[in-house]
């Protein structure tokens, strides 16, 4: 069996040495790149070829690749990097891996083209002069076989070990057992909707109720599917935290399951997390003068690599032991370690954002994946921000303020026109169909400017205005690709001082176009969650294949469980608002008394849950009640919830949508019930009603896909609070009349008995 492995990939793990050093930043975007390769391209004559596909064989290792160019008239391939400032600060070590790839794609066209000889040459394009600098060495195609044997030799030890842990998982996964006596109620169906859309290749909505153990039911036939899919890796995203715990807990449990008596061989797990969460030196620059992790990374990076390894499960805590065993940076570790593994477990972002690590290594290495992703309910609003862009304009004045002489003018410019596109504004806010190319100008000659400053000296930018480059680079970014997928608002704010300063947004509203690519990229992707429905908005909003498949597993709850009351004498509307208190405080009261026990209360806003408890507090001060406030730490938080003990007595107030309105997990006695003052609507304000009429535009059904739908998602997560397993009995009171209406009615679970 052949072990097949991109150029790229072995070159990395056996030419690179030295420190990390990252001060040779910032490098040009992907479509900087991309036009950079076109221009030097564009300059060379008939006899050349771009990308060039090669492939070789060393033993069993098989390496491919794509050499950028070759021109036969000169008999020179070609290896085209672009970058930005001074060549000469390049570190020695990127120079080195540059000539360890291009020496590949030499003897790979050397040995498929019968070459007794080549020129090899590194070509460094900067984007802001658009000069090249070549560099350029003769090569025998017995020195670059050497080479190639030599880097191969090196990897290949690896490779054996790869593909006989490929071969033992894959062996042990055709007969894995799922590890528990037998599927819950609700759990087969939905397993095996999972292993279909795997063996089939098509996505999967699952709309699935809560406690019939989703997470195992998702990653246990995605793992059986695997071998016979050749699936090499799984992504399992969740947007919280206890999503990726639960996640891997649920490999552990699958892990220690056994086939025919015999325990199956490790699976490789890795928990990705974010860089200020791995950051061990938060105070020091990522290069080895400054960072004691960074020096002398690519030296010690094999050994941490290979204990990384045999460690399987590497979470975020076992990461941390293993690279600081190993003094490199745990952060940058578990990026070298995303080749190595069988699962990994992350944030959406790690996926679906415009830089994402594991789509972008995915498309490199041609690996064939399978995406699961939880929760996937809050998909839409993550997609909108990952696909937004944001400037302040007092933000901006600041970073102006103390910037380095040399980028005044141009930051003067990038004010002027920014005054420009407010000046005629009459209102506060107000939506535009495009942006003006003036200020879009001046804001990329502020990019290039300071790009530049970047690269000659890196410590001379200010916090601000370093926040201000990375923020217009995203905003220009968008602009770029600007349609109906997005808005563009101005938020005009006058100051005390008198002057007007405003916020400019790209405001995505359809991410679909977007991610569109990351789901065809994908062999599979299962999407899941207790609210998906209805499934069309999602499939509309997230832009999901036309043949995506869509099942809502039957709840294993009846209705004898959980009471469900709707209140509609009571109207939580804005203008209704204060004559609501009284019989909202009433109707907690009353079910309190009738079935004393922990209840929690959900309402729209901090405002009207603050109104609602302090009249509750001064007619009921017997009943114990504890409430959430803005901006509640993580120890405030499990304050709160560590409130709601087996038999405890008490209401908790909280905001619809927030911390506790979803994904905690409180059953039996720990909760008997949750009172909803709210449909839980988005505010009606400039944003959502330009948002409303795009949405009408685009698919009929603003006020749906604006206000209904987002809104009864938030109800239906809350409510789900109550009843967690078979045993649990509760109640459950929908206080607005709305909730009588016909068209709400049928977006809440069949499986409740409306009172």
Same mark, same amino acid.
């Given at each position: ?28 975007? !992907?479509?900087?790149?991309? &036009? ?14 771009? @990308? ?69 040459? =590194?070509? #460094? ?107 090499? *890796? ?70 941490? +690599? ?6 399987? %499960? ?47 290594? %995915? ?11 939880? @929760? ?23 970073? +102006? ?7 005044? %003018? ?35 000659? &502020? ?60 405001? /995505? ?6 991610? *569109?690519?990351?789901?065809? %990229? ?62 909202? &405080? ?5 079910? #309190? ?15 009207? =849950? ?98 209904? #739908? ?7 997560? !809350? ?35 409306? /009172?």
């Amino acid at each position: 069996m052949s072990y097949v492995v991109a150029v790229r990939t072995l070159c990395e793990f056996t030419a690179k040495a030295g420190d990390l050093d990252l001060r040779f930043t910032p490098a040009p975007t !992907a479509q900087q790149g991309i &036009a950079g390769h076109g221009t030097v391209v564009s300059r060379r004559g008939k006899y050349y070829e771009s @990308e060039v596909s090669l492939n070789g064989l060393y033993k069993q290792l098989r390496v491919r690749g794509r050499a950028d160019g070759y021109d036969s008239g000169f008999n020179r391939v070609e290896e085209i990097k672009t970058f930005r400032g001074d060549l000469n600060k390049m570190p020695q070590n990127h120079r080195h891996l540059h000539w360890a790839q291009v020496k590949i794609y030499a003897w790979l066209l050397c040995q498929s083209r019968g070459l007794k000889e080549i020129n090899v040459a =590194l070509v #460094y394009f900067d984007i802001g002069s658009q000069k090249e600098t070549m560099l350029n060495e003769k090569y025998s195609a017995d020195v670059l076989e050497a080479h190639f044997d030599h880097l191969c030799e090196c990897f290949i030890a690896w490779a054996d070990r790869e593909s006989q842990h490929r071969l033992s998982r894959d062996k042990a996964l055709t007969n894995l057992s799922f590890p528990h006596v037998d599927f819950r109620p609700g759990q087969r169906h939905l397993a095996e909707s999972v292993y279909k859309s795997a063996v089939s290749g098509r996505h999967l909505m699952a709309q699935a109720p809560t406690g019939i153990g989703k997470t195992v039911a998702t990653i246990f036939p995605l793992l059986k599917a695997s071998p016979g899919q050749k699936i090499d *890796k799984i992504f399992f995203l969740a947007a919280k935290t206890p999503g990726r715990r639960l996640a891997l807990d649920s490999i552990n449990l699958i892990s220690k399951s056994k086939t025919e008596g015999v325990p199956i061989p490790a699976i490789r797990v890795l928990e990705l997390v974010a860089r200020d969460k791995a950051c061990e030196h938060p105070d020091k620059a990522c290069h080895g003068e400054s960072c004691p992790l960074a020096k002398g990374f690519y030296d010690r990076v094999a050994n941490a +690599r290979q204990a990384a390894v045999d460690a399987v %499960t590497l979470d975020q805590q076992t990461l941390r032991k293993v690279a600081l065993e190993h003094q490199v940076c745990p952060y940058y570790l578990s990026q070298e370690l995303v080749r190595w593994s069988d699962i990994v477990v992350g944030d959406y972002n790690y996926y679906f954002d415009v830089s994402a690590m594991l789509y972008g290594l %995915t498309v490199e290495n041609e690996w064939r994946v399978s995406v699961l992703v939880d @929760e996937a309910h809050n998909m839409v609003e993550r997609g909108r921000k990952m696909y937004s862009a944001e400037l302040d304009q007092t933000s901006f004045s600041f970073a +102006r303020k103390f910037a380095p002489k040399s980028l005044k %003018t141009v930051l003067d410019r990038v004010n002027r026109q920014w005054n420009e596109l407010h000046r005629n504004q009459d209102s506060q806010y107000q939506v535009y169909h495009s942006i003006a190319e003036k200020f879009l100008f001046s804001l990329q000659q &502020a990019g290039t400017e300071i790009t530049d400053l970047m690269a000659e000296e890196p410590t001379s930018l200010n916090e601000d205005l370093q926040r201000f480059y990375f923020d217009a680079m995203q905003f220009s970014k968008l602009a770029e690709v600007f349609g109906e997928h997005s808005m563009f608002d101005i938020t005009k704010d006058v100051k005390v001082s008198g002057r007007t300063h405003s916020v400019l947004c790209i405001r /995505n509203i359809v991410p679909a176009p977007f991610l *569109k690519q990351r789901f065809e %990229t994908a062999h599979s992707v299962t999407l899941f969650s207790a609210t998906l429905g209805p499934h069309h908005f999602y499939s509309d909003m997230l832009g999901l294949p036309d043949d995506t498949a869509w099942v809502d597993v039957d709840s294993p709850f009846h209705s004898q469980q959980l009471s469900v009351r709707i209140a509609r004498k009571i109207s939580t509307r804005f203008q209704h608002r204060a004559s609501s208190l009284s019989p909202i &405080a009433n109707l907690i009261a009353e079910q #309190y008394a009738d079935k004393p026990g922990n209840y929690m209360a959900f309402f729209s806003s901090f405002d009207y =849950l603050t109104q609602v408890s302090a009249l509750f507090q001064e007619r009921y001060s017997d009943i114990p009640v504890w409430l959430q406030s803005r901006g509640m730490a993580e120890g405030e938080k499990n304050i709160f919830l560590e409130r709601f003990v087996e038999a405890g007595k008490g209401i908790g107030f909280a905001v619809l949508g927030g911390a506790f309105a979803e994904g905690i997990d409180l059953p039996g006695d720990r909760l008997i019930g949750a009172f909803v003052a709210t449909l839980g609507l988005p505010q009606v304000n400039a944003i959502n009603e330009e948002m409303k009429e795009r949405m009408d535009i685009l698919f009929g059904k603003g006020y749906d896909y604006t206000y209904l #739908y987002p809104g009864l998602q938030k109800v239906v997560q !809350a409510a789900g609070r109550v009843i967690r397993t078979q045993e649990d009995k509760g109640y459950v009171h929908l206080i607005d009349d709305r909730f009588g209406r016909s068209n709400v009615m049928e977006l809440l679970p069949a499986w409740w008995k409306i /009172n």
